[in-house]
């Protein structure tokens, strides 16, 4: 991954973004149970697995049923590589899949780091604003003069009253709560359009280009269209191609 992000970082430009979105795996996870992006549980990775599964065993001094730590580790190699590390988002998912275990949680979350090249960079932070919640409407629709609010000894003007912005809404949290959106072409996990659409909106402009280098079935290339944008998608797997293909000739894209 480190050596695939050098050649990104190449192409990418100077105040550019790059939007990782990582599962983790389990060290003794059955063969293809994991979460890659928008190929999860494909043959190839099947493959891969059984042609490790004893060495998996003892991969890195794990232990077996250890949790792997995959997007961390990958974020602390691309940090250590030059990146600039400026976020970690957690995509949380309210309808996960099932799993048949009885000793932990259920998965519903995955991470999606916020990686640049340099300090400072383009980010729209007003495309993906927030709504305001009601609760901070009435608190904002207040008489702000006459508000007495609460003192802290290091603010020195004052006592902290409530402030905000009722027209353009809050800024973006950390923690985005979309739905997985299965894809009727696709035996496995594709994106939900409102994940790569966040990212889009925020790290580009009209007319830039969206550049996926893991397309898949080609969630990001869709929304980076439909939203104005040019893009590139690199992917290896024929099959992926073909369903890519197909899927830009259609018009309905998901089922549900």
Not at 39 to 52: A, D, L
Not at 233 to 255: D, T
Request: charged share 25%.
């Amino acid at each position: 991954m480190v050596e695939v992000f050098r050649q990104i970082k190449r192409v990418l430009k100077h105040d550019g973004t790059v939007w990782l979105n990582l599962g983790d795996s389990y060290n003794s996870s059955p063969a293809g149970n994991k979460s890659w992006g928008d190929g999860v549980g494909s043959n190839k990775y099947y493959e891969v697995e059984k042609i490790h599964q004893k060495e998996k065993k003892n991969f890195g001094g794990l232990k077996p049923k250890d949790l792997v730590g995959i997007p961390w580790r990958v974020a602390f190699a691309l940090q250590q590589d030059g990146w600039y590390l400026r976020q970690d988002i957690i995509w949380h998912k309210p309808n996960p899949m099932p799993e048949s275990i009885t000793d932990r949680c259920t998965k519903s979350h995955e991470y999606i780091f916020l990686l640049t090249k340099s300090a400072k960079y383009f980010y729209d932070n007003d495309a993906i604003r927030e709504r305001t919640k009601e609760s901070t409407l009435q608190r904002l629709n207040q008489n702000i003069n006459k508000q007495s609010g609460s003192y802290t000894p290091s603010k020195g003007n004052g006592n902290m009253k409530a402030v905000g912005d009722l027209e353009t809404g809050r800024n973006k949290r950390s923690v985005w709560k979309i739905n997985t959106q299965p894809y009727k072409e696709a035996h496995f996990a594709v994106f939900p359009p409102e994940l790569p659409e966040l990212c889009i909106k925020a790290g580009s402009s009209e007319g830039d280009i969206v550049l996926d280098p893991f397309f898949g079935s080609g969630t990001t290339g869709w929304v980076a269209q439909r939203l104005g944008r040019k893009w590139i998608g690199i992917e290896l797997n024929e099959e992926y191609i073909k369903i890519a293909e197909k899927r830009f000739q259609q018009r309905e894209l998901f089922v549900g």
